[in-house]
């Protein structure tokens, strides 16, 4: 079983830094993709940003120039740091994580999610 842990979400005026962290733990072999993904009241879940196991990075034209991941693959650590947030940045973001569990076995994980709020 494998276990995704976030942290550091909360509330922030706008213009405001948070930074995310997630931790994965459990029966890992190794993991390819590690990325985080947001849901707003009402709305469906979407993509923010992703990083490969090289660190090849892709984000979402909303969070693009404001937002960075990254990762620790020693660790099986992705944190998300978020710069110049917006009322609009407001959901609960999750994250998510492509996990081999042994050399034959891959599924995908999602963490519990943490709150982000952005005051306007």
């Known amino acids: 079983q494998v276990q995704l842990v976030e942290s550091g979400g909360g509330l922030v005026q706008a213009g405001g830094s948070l930074r995310l962290s997630c931790a994965a733990s459990g029966s890992i072999f190794s993991i390819n993709a590690m990325g985080w993904y947001r849901q707003a009241p009402g709305k469906q879940r979407e993509l923010v940003a992703t990083?490969?196991?090289?660190?090849?990075?892709h984000y979402s034209d909303s969070v693009k120039g404001r937002f960075t991941i990254s990762r620790d693959n020693a660790k099986n650590t992705v944190s998300l740091q978020m710069n110049s947030l917006k009322p609009e940045d407001t959901a609960v973001y999750y994250c998510n994580a492509d996990v081999r569990v042994t050399i034959l076995y891959r599924r995908e994980y999602w963490g519990q999610g943490t709150q982000v709020t952005v005051s306007s």
């Open positions: 990083v490969s196991r090289d660190s090849t990075t």
